[in-house]
């Protein structure tokens, strides 16, 4: 059974539209990240946080922001969906304050953008 | 930087066959080690790690051993199933805990 959900699975979406991907985890974990897998299965982090109020880009520009109002929601926001957005994103998180427990992952939203 | 490298796929075996999924590193100090599997239409799931030297991670037949000398963690599994068909991620922790880097992936599919 999962302990971080994300919602919508799939999701198909025109040219503009804003779009917020969802995240929830029920493990108190306070970091949180969200990639972008691309087709070739690559893994890019886009964004992470390491607490409440607190946000980073990560390594891959994206155009997307985050908020972290409650350690257990991290949600992703596109203003104005592109074509180039189409990709899977996939959120994580990680116990205490080190990464060495490794990352719980959800199960993805894989993104179309038409 | 950190860095980590893994084999190419896409790997193709017959059920029952032997495996070898190729993982080196390279990262100063003390690194974790990790591999992540994905099945299709999912997110990835741990399925093994290994936090210091000559330790071995094993689940579900799976197993690597942290070798420092040869920065390596190669996964290998005796007899591969049909339903292992996945792309396996091999990743590391720094000694830190403050970055986190993932293998390109590989795949695996297990023909019957």
């Known amino acids: 059974e999962a302990d971080i959900y994300q919602t919508p699975r799939y999701l198909v979406i025109g040219t503009g539209k804003k779009i917020t991907l969802e995240c929830s985890q029920t493990?108190?974990?306070?970091?949180m990240y969200w990639y972008q897998q691309d087709p070739g299965m690559e893994l890019h982090l886009i964004h992470y946080?390491?607490?409440?109020?607190?946000?980073e880009k990560g390594d891959l520009s994206s155009e997307s922001t985050v908020s972290r109002i409650r350690t257990e929601h991290f949600p992703l926001t596109l203003e104005s969906a592109r074509p180039s957005h189409t990709s899977q994103y996939l959120c994580?998180?990680?116990?205490?304050?080190?990464?060495?427990?490794?990352?719980?992952f959800g199960s993805g939203t894989r993104l179309t953008v038409v | 930087g950190d860095s980590v490298t893994q084999m190419e796929g896409p790997v193709t075996l017959s059920e029952e066959a032997f495996l070898t999924i190729n993982c080196t590193y390279t990262?100063?100090?003390?690194?974790?080690l990790f591999w992540y599997v994905q099945y299709p239409g999912e997110g990835l799931q741990l399925l093994l790690k290994?936090?210091?030297?000559?330790d071995k991670g094993s689940n579900k037949g799976f197993e690597a051993t942290y070798r420092k000398e040869t920065t390596s963690f190669h996964l290998e599994k005796g007899s591969v199933q049909v339903s292992d068909s996945a792309v396996y991620f091999c990743?590391?922790?720094?000694?830190?805990?403050?970055?986190?880097?993932f293998g390109p992936g590989t795949r695996l599919s297990v023909l019957p």
């Open positions: 946080s390491y607490g409440v109020n607190s946000t």
């Open positions: 290994a936090t210091k030297a000559d």
């Open positions: 990262a100063t100090g003390y690194p974790s």
């Open positions: 493990m108190g974990h306070d970091k």
């Open positions: 990743a590391l922790s720094d000694d830190y805990g403050q970055n986190f880097v």
């Open positions: 994580a998180s990680s116990e205490g304050p080190w990464a060495n427990y490794g990352y719980t």
